[in-house]
């Protein structure tokens, strides 16, 4: 059974920083896309960064270049989103979500949609003051 447990969220000021966590159970994030997406009040989960199995470079959303910062530890199996300068329309709830396997993605693109995950977690609440 696959279980991707988020840790880290909380409330920040304007310009803060938070570290998400998410550890993973039953899978093997070094074979596979792991993504972080958010889902803020009224509004569709969208994808805000993913890592490649092969651990190139990242993709992130456009408004999140530069500011955030997707990892992956593949030792402790867990991948983590730094977030620096935190805006109020970051405030949202963040899930890590486990995407294709290296032998099920053919694509030469990420995959950003939330049909092509298979496995979420929980979500961790982000809050960003004004």
């Known amino acids: 059974q696959v279980q991707l447990v988020e840790s880290g969220g909380g409330l920040v000021q304007t310009g803060g920083s938070l570290r998400l966590h998410c550890a993973a159970a039953g899978l093997t994030v070094s074979r596979h896309f792991m993504g972080w997406f958010r889902q803020a009040p009224g509004k569709e989960r969208d994808a805000v960064a993913v890592s490649s199995w092969a651990n190139g470079v990242p993709w992130y959303t456009d408004s999140v270049t530069g500011r955030f910062s997707i990892s992956r530890d593949n030792a402790q199996n867990t991948v983590s989103l730094l977030m620096d300068g935190l805006k109020p329309e970051d405030t949202a709830v963040y899930y890590c979500?486990?995407?294709?396997?290296?032998?099920?993605?053919?694509?030469?693109?990420?995959?950003?949609?939330?049909?092509?995950?298979?496995?979420w977690g929980q979500g961790t609440q982000v809050t960003v003051s004004s």
């Open positions: 979500a486990a995407g294709p396997s290296i032998t099920n993605w053919h694509l030469p693109t990420f995959p950003t949609l939330i049909d092509d995950y298979d496995h």
